[in-house]
Each structure stands twice: as C-alpha cells, then as structure tokens.
DNA sequence: TATTTTATCGAACATAATGTATCATAACTT
DNA sequence: AAGTTATGATACATTATGTTCGATAAAATA
C-alpha cells in the first residue's frame, strides 16, 4: 500500500504539469514552475521523479498503458478506433500529451509503438515472399506510424471535427496502401 | 557590403551550433555553450541573434533556401529526387538538421513546406468535384509531409544505405497513393 | 491509543545560464 | 589618415538547478 501522502503529491505534481502544458508549453516549464503551480517542496519533487520527462510518463502510466491496450488489441488488423476513442473520451490529457504544445516523450512512444506493430503485421506475410527490401520497410512502416501520429496531433489540435472512426479509417487505409504496393496487391483491382 | 567581423562572427557561431548539435543535441545547447565554443564575446551573440532557434534559422539561410528551391522547381510532379539528392551532398549539415539530436525548426519548416506543395497539388485535380472533405485532405495532406521529413530523417541517421532517387521514389508513391484514394472517393460519389 | 516510521517543508547552498549595459580597443571602411 | 563600428571584457541582477539537513506533520503499525 503506498502512502497517502505519496499519492497525493504525486496526483498534483503531474496535474500542475498538465495545466502547465496547456498554458505554456512543454518545452519552456521548468521544474521551478511545477513545484509553485503544486505547491510543493523543491526536495519532494526530486524524491519522486528525476525530471520532467519522468513526471510525464509515469505520472501518467494509467492513461498511457490504457491507450496502449487499446491499439494492441487490434494487433491482427490494427484498427485504430479503439486508440482514437480512447483519445477523445480523455481530451484535456491528449491535448497536453499530443497537441502542438506537448512535449515528445509520448508522441515518440506511440509513434515507436506503432511502427513495431506496422511491421509486426507486414513480417505475417513476409515470409511468403522474401525478395522484400526489409529495411526500407521499416522506414516505410515508421513514416507511417509517424503519420499517423501526425494525424492524431491535428485532430485533437482542432478539437476534433472528425469522429474516431472516421480518423481511424484513414489511418488503416495508410497501411493498407503501403500492404498493396509492397506485396503487389491492387486494392483498386479488388473493387472493380 | 557586409563588414567582414560580421561575417567571421556569423559563420563561426553558426559552425559552433552545427558541431554541438552533433555532440550534445539541439535541446541541451545553451548560448554559453555556443558562445564558448565559437570564442564569442555575449553580448557579440545578441547583437546578431535573439536565441539558438534564429541563429539556426537565419545562420544557415543559405541551405535551408537552396534545399527549399530544390522541392519547389518539381512543383507539377513533386519529384523529391533534388531534395534528397541535396541533402546527401551536405551530409554533415542535414545530420545536424534533421537527424535525432536536431532541432525542430527545419523539421518543420520543410513539413509546411512540402503539405503546402502537396495541397497545391491536389487541388487541382480537387476543382473538379466539390465534395470532397477538404478539411480531411489538409490532415492527410500534413500527416504525408511529415512522413516524408521522417523518412529523410532516418535516412540521414542511418548513414544513407539507399540513393536519392529511390528515396524519392517512396516519396512520391505516397502522395500518389493518396491522389489515389482521393480519386476513389471521387468515383464512389459519382456513382452513388 | 501510543509508538514508530516516513514524507514533506523550508531553508540554505554552490553552480550555472540569462539578458542587458558600459567602455576601451581593435578592426574595418571610406 | 580619420572616422566608424564590431568586438571583448567585465559587471550585474535575476532565475533555475540539484543537493543537503533538521524540524514537523502525517501516516502506518502495534
């Protein structure tokens, strides 16, 4: 059981830096602003966490271990609803964490995250066909995953004018063209 | 005609933040760092510059608009085979630009830069049918030219196992699979 | 409830970076 | 050769950093 006053700081140091974010930005709050917005000690901040970049990833483990879940349990398919509807339910955080003024720590951990499972999901029907240039795909599935990242950080930036599936769908068919073109299948070929 | 102390002092403090920039990354680069690296007097520094963000910007002027005419000329095609091709002939400077340790500046610069290119292109083609949700294109639109700056980013981190051209031609395939799916879009609600 | 454990605060500290200002000097232009 | 100006050196007040210490309050435990 951890200690009440333990969970209590901790609560309040990552809702200071939260706020923080929204009003100025990741990049230009220093430990120094944290602590007055928290109103907690110098040396407290540092029992608990190293840095900044430690305060926002877990502080916020729940959030991002739950946003995790939800694009890995499409893994078969990777379909993003679930992952966008999880961002849209939890606003204010996606903002902070995705938005223009969020830092990069979650950004690169979903963009990594993303581009694993993008290549996880191409390796299933590489090893039928094994004349694939393997490490442009891995470029190609990071670009993507990057993308898509992209996409979620204009959406929320713009207070999201689009549903979660529709955001979804667009996200898939980035993958689904790349799937085309590297294993020469015609998507177009199966419609007509 | 520009004194020539303004010119040594421009060059040498823009050297300094390319060679840190290798060393130490962007982010943890103060202006004591520079300073101190170049042999530069403070208040010399602000008396050119306002902070790091614009002696990058401004320092390296030169580069940043000879890149961006390369991706302008091919405006009708986007052919990104001289942009690649002039970044692997400044190595060193585009490692510094838009490698992992790099700042965000010229990542974003050039990523405006190539969605506004992409844009401009589709649009086109977008006079003729009207109902196309221009808002989602301008999201895909970004979310492709960030992917092509993260392509040319791991490219240049891992050393540039690939030619130019070939980069290029990923580049392209992407927009053109979007044209693509904008095209669909176009038939499907024709057809309904 | 009484006792022990521990998280927090407040204060102090040395170090370092910031942005500004002044002035003598060296380097440049004309 | 004379006038102009960019630079370096120095100083300054302000702010942030990361660490340490003891007193105190709040928690867990018996």
Redesign the interface.
């Known amino acids: 059981m951890i200690d009440r006053r333990v969970q209590k700081t901790r609560k309040i140091l990552s809702q200071a830096l939260v706020s923080l974010i929204l009003e100025k930005g990741y990049?230009a709050i220093t430990i120094q602003d944290i602590i007055d917005r928290a109103n907690v000690g110098r040396s407290t901040f540092y029992a608990h966490f190293e840095n900044k970049d430690q305060l926002l990833l877990v502080g916020n483990e729940n959030f991002r271990h739950i946003l995790k879940s939800k694009v890995e349990d499409g893994e078969l398919t990777i379909d993003f609803e679930f992952f966008f509807q999880h961002v849209a339910e939890n606003y204010d955080l996606a903002l902070a964490f995705f938005g223009k003024k969020g830092g990069h720590v979650l950004i690169d951990f979903f963009r990594d995250l993303i581009a694993d499972l993008v290549m996880k999901h191409y390796k299933i029907q590489l090893q039928v066909s094994e004349k694939i240039q393997l490490?442009?795909l891995n470029?190609?599935a990071?670009?993507?995953a990057?993308?898509?990242i992209?996409?979620l950080t204009?959406?929320v930036e713009?207070q999201m004018?689009?549903s979660a599936k529709?955001m979804a769908g667009?996200s898939n068919?980035?993958i689904k063209?790349?799937e085309a073109?590297v294993f020469n299948i015609k998507v177009?070929s199966q419609?007509h």
């Open positions: 990049d490490k442009m470029y190609q990071d670009a993507i990057t993308s898509i992209r996409l204009l959406w713009d004018p689009f529709e667009v068919k980035m063209q790349l073109e177009v419609t």
